[in-house]
């Protein structure tokens, strides 16, 4: 996964590739990838970032508030990620 950042779709796959393991899903790559395009204008890496984390979020939601408060991203990304919590 680390060596797939070379085009926009599939740098939104290294992001959204964990939504189907649910428990399984490995927080630490999940926000390495997050990180490595935070600060991404593209529309659909901003949406992925936002679906990863809320997708996340319905098994690890302290871990999940606990990153977006420690880390900058974008409003949308943001938006989409806190859509059900707090």
């Not at 992001?15 to 630490?28: C, F, S």
């Not at 809320?54 to 990153?67: K, L, N, S, T, V």
């Amino acid at each position: 996964m680390q060596d797939w950042n070379t085009d926009m779709w599939i740098q939104r796959c290294s992001i959204i590739y964990q939504l189907k393991h649910g428990k399984d899903n490995n927080l630490h790559v999940l926000f390495e990838h997050i990180l490595r395009h935070a600060f991404s204008k593209e529309f659909f890496i901003q949406k992925a970032i936002g679906w990863s984390l809320r997708q996340a979020a319905r098994f690890y939601p302290e871990e999940i508030i606990h990153f977006m408060e420690s880390h900058e991203c974008a409003a949308l990304s943001k938006r989409e990620a806190m859509k059900h919590l707090k």
